[in-house]
Nanobody, 118 residues
Framework: QVQPVESGGGSVQVGGSLRLSCTAPGFTANKCAINWYRQAPGKKQQEWVS??????????NYANSVKDRFAISADRAADTVYLQMNSLKPEDTAMYSC?????????WGKGTQVTVSS
């Protein structure tokens, strides 16, 4: 079983940067794609943010809302995926969660809060 754990959230001013981490031991061996989702305050649905496949060529994908500002990467030796977030906007404020979509199932972390203030 792959259990993601997120870290790196916090409060930042508009235009600032944060780097989120998702540590999920075994994500490469279990052929997982790691996805970041976020849920903004007052919204019922989560928004998919970005993904990376960790067991093939490391292909990445981004939501249009974060493209060119966020970058996802993986350190396979550390079983960790990073989400570098730059040029942050107030609308990026949300609970960010990491989800491992693996050959054996889906595994979700508990999330890390990001707050962007003007």
């Amino acid at each position: 079983q792959v259990q993601p754990v997120e870290s790196g959230g916090g409060s930042v001013q508009v235009g600032g940067s944060l780097r989120l981490s998702c540590t999920a031991p075994g994500f490469t061996a279990n052929k997982c794609a790691i996805n970041w989702y976020r849920q903004a305050p007052g919204k019922k649905q989560q928004e998919w943010v970005s993904s990376i496949t960790t067991f093939t060529n490391g292909g990445t994908n981004y939501a249009n809302s974060v493209k060119d500002r966020f970058a996802i990467s993986a350190d396979r030796a550390a079983d960790t995926v990073y989400l570098q977030m730059n040029s942050l906007k107030p609308e990026d404020t949300a609970m960010y969660s990491c989800a491992a979509f693996c050959s054996g199932g889906q595994y979700w972390g508990k999330g890390t809060q990001v707050t962007v203030s003007s």
